[in-house]
């Protein structure tokens, strides 16, 4: 529609351009003919009067002299008149003065037209000069000088008519003015035109913009309606068979994916049992040797029973794991709020850890000591997993656990030295059944969901868990939570990457260290 209007105005503009050039000319040419011919006739008629006259004394002159004014007055339709004798004569006593009813057509006399007429080459002469009209404003005129022989060798003298252009340019305007209003109405009318012409052509894309935008919020059911055009509607079929066949993907996925969380579920429910079963014929193995007078077991009967009671261990924490997986995804995750100190469960959970670490951990409370409304049982365990991951990737180096708060938050962050990881590595930190390095020994064991638990744990509370980490300088794993539930944005206390770090601007960690968003990550 812009392009249209640009190039019908800039058409319209040439064309009105053209027009009111050819008129005006047309308009001048016509009343510059107009004014010759009226001034021609009033040339011969002052001329023939003059023929006619035997005037031979000053007086008899004068009077001759102002009846050829007159003549020419009322021959002619413009009433500014000079009459002046050539320069450059004899002078001559008797000669009649100049005459003039226009001092304004005086002024408006070049020397050009005064040096034309004398050379009389051509029997009139015009030019167009400005006059002046009644108020004194400027308005067009055309000057026209012819020469009249007066009797008795009296001399020959100049007349000088002068014609104002002012109908003309009365009649130009209102010619301006017509064709201006006429452009905007075509302007309108063609911008008009073009809007409905837009809105008919381009419906179907439009409709087709809005089928795929609400398919693509979500809305299943859109399909793109039919325009009664044959290309459209090929295209409207095909879309909506497109549509159709993503909408049935998506519900077999759908029912795979409930089909496999079901399956979970059940799985680890029926594995309880004999599981159970095991870890007590586990414990009966386990009886006899305990007591006194109990069978003495060889080294490595001893070392199968203390095999098969860690085994079944974390065969237990894997079905616990996998639960509270499917239950995230099913939805039906419920959080038990109490008033909690995170400064004593931080510590609680070190203290249970310590003795895996050889004692090199260190809790820094420097805030945080007013109790929050969280689930005691989920912060425990996101932060007993955090500090357990320090323990196993930190390289028996010092790990330092920091509790601190704002007005709007508390954040706990987990700060190792160990062999970190590459921007890709952190990227699937949080993912289930991730490991950065499945081939290094694992001292604490683990089912690789522990990190994606305890994101879930994070989420549900209304808080985020994030990482930073970089090969050779270790890692930082930092929970924030709000002080409120229902709070949209906060900053977290602690930034993320650590301030014993030189800061990397092509890290994306670096960009947001030390804000936490709900709407981010």
Not at 108 to 128: F, G, N, P
Not at 399 to 416: E, H, K, L, P, Y
Request: charged letters at 20%; a negative charge.
């Amino acid at each position: 529609m812009t392009y249209t209007g640009l190039i019908t105005g800039v058409m319209i503009l040439i064309s009105g351009t053209y027009i009111l050039t050819s008129i005006g000319d047309d308009l001048y040419s016509s009343r510059r003919d107009q004014v010759l011919q009226d001034a021609a006739r009033a040339t011969l008629a002052a001329q023939s009067q003059l023929d006619g006259s035997d005037a031979a004394d000053r007086s008899a002159l004068s009077s001759l002299a102002n009846s050829v004014r007159a003549t020419v007055g009322d021959t002619t339709s413009s009433q500014m008149i000079y009459v002046r004798r050539q320069p450059h004569q004899p002078p001559l006593a008797d000669a009649p003065l100049d005459s003039n009813t226009s001092p304004d057509l005086v002024n408006a006399i070049t020397a050009e037209l005064s040096d034309a007429v004398m050379s009389r080459k051509q029997l009139q002469y015009w030019q167009a000069v400005t006059l002046h009209s009644a108020n004194g404003d400027p308005v067009p005129g055309i000057v026209v000088a012819s020469t009249l022989t007066f009797p008795s060798g009296t001399g020959t003298y100049d007349l000088f008519i002068g014609y104002s252009l002012a109908d003309t340019q009365r009649t130009l305007g209102f010619i301006q003015r017509t064709l201006a209003l006429t452009a905007l109405i075509l302007m309108l009318l063609i911008g008009a035109l073009v809007w409905i012409i837009a809105r008919i052509v381009f419906r179907p894309i439009r409709a087709a913009a809005d089928a795929s935008r609400r398919l693509a919020a979500g809305e299943s059911r859109a399909r793109m309606p039919l325009q009664n055009d044959e290309h459209f509607d090929e295209l409207s079929a095909n879309f909506n068979d497109m549509a159709d066949t993503l909408q049935a993907r998506i519900d077999e996925l759908d029912q795979v994916s409930e089909m496999q969380q079901r399956f979970v579920s059940d799985v680890s429910h029926e594995l309880r049992t004999p599981l159970t079963t095991i870890r007590l014929a586990s414990e009966v193995l386990q009886a006899p040797t305990a007591a006194p007078d109990g069978p003495e077991l060889t080294g490595s009967q001893q070392r199968a029973l203390e095999v098969l009671g860690n085994q079944v261990e974390r065969f237990e924490q894997l079905l616990g794991d996998l639960l509270e997986i499917s239950r995230y995804d099913a939805g039906r995750i419920t959080i038990e709020t109490e008033p909690t100190n995170l400064v004593s469960l931080t510590r609680e959970v070190v203290d249970g850890l310590q003795s895996l670490s050889h004692g090199l951990i260190e809790v820094r409370a420097i805030g945080g000591y007013s109790p929050i409304e969280v689930d005691p049982r989920r912060i425990r365990r996101i932060v007993s997993n955090l500090v357990g991951n320090a323990i196993e990737h930190g390289e028996r180096k010092a790990i330092v656990v920091t509790i601190d708060s704002n007005a709007a938050a508390v954040a706990i962050s987990v700060r190792d030295w160990g062999i970190g990881m590459n921007a890709e590595d952190v990227a699937h930190a949080f993912d289930r059944f991730w490991r950065a390095d499945p081939s290094r020994k694992r001292t604490l064991g683990g089912t690789g969901l522990g990190l994606a638990i305890a994101r879930e744990d994070a989420a549900v509370h209304g808080g985020l868990l994030e990482a930073w980490s970089r090969p050779g300088e270790g890692s930082n794993f930092r929970l924030t939570l709000p002080r409120r539930e229902g709070t949209a944005s906060f900053v977290s206390p602690i930034p993320l990457v650590p301030d014993d770090v030189v800061p990397d601007a092509g890290d994306p960690q670096v960009t947001g260290a030390g804000c936490a968003d709900r709407s981010v990550g």
